[in-house]
């Protein structure tokens, strides 16, 4: 299902431009350059799953468009996931690739199934991450199970070459909670 346009879309921020700053937790995990999954799998004592949602070719938002430097209305592959720890959605991650860097790049985005992506992105070297940047995240934009106004989203691209993977990740109202974090 296509994304809705928004009348306004977020304005995504680095953390030097991030005003009001969040307390220093919240902080913490929207920029804190380490893997998600690596954390996220501390934090749930090795209970972390990846659940898939979304996998497949789509147009590009036109925010996302811009972040990989291709043209308006490119196409893409676009994979959205819930990030779990102990069955409870505590992250939905959205991640694209333009298909125009994607084909012959041989990341093979398709074949993760249930595997982590920031894990495959974090074991190869060759990727650089841009600095990380944060927002209130669209609710029209969240699956509608879990569809919220003002969550915590944090974004960055890991690029190779001429492949760029934008990766969004949206922090759901159960993470708070299990982080020991006041959202």
Known sequence: MPHAALAHPPR????????????AGVRDWLFNQDSLT????????????????????QRLRSDECS???VAAGSQGW??????????????????????SALEGSGLALEQLGSRSLGELL???????RS?????????????????????WARRSCFSRGALGVLVV???????WPAAGIEA
């Open 122 to 128: 974090f074991s190869d070297r060759a990727f650089d």
């Open 12 to 23: 995504w921020l680095t953390a030097s431009q991030l005003h009001p700053v969040p307390a």
């Open 169 to 175: 990740e949206v922090f759901l109202p159960e993470f």
């Open 131 to 151: 600095a990380l940047q944060a927002c209130r995240y669209p609710a029209p934009w969240l699956p509608g199970e879990v569809r919220a106004e003002r969550l």
């Open 67 to 69: 972040a990989l430097n």
């Open 38 to 57: 690596r954390r996220l799998t501390a934090l749930s004592h090795d209970g972390f799953s990846v659940t898939p949602l979304v996998e497949g070719w």
């Open 78 to 99: 676009v994979r959205e996931v819930y990030l779990r720890g102990h069955g409870q959605p505590w992250v939905f991650a959205r991640s694209v690739a333009a298909r």
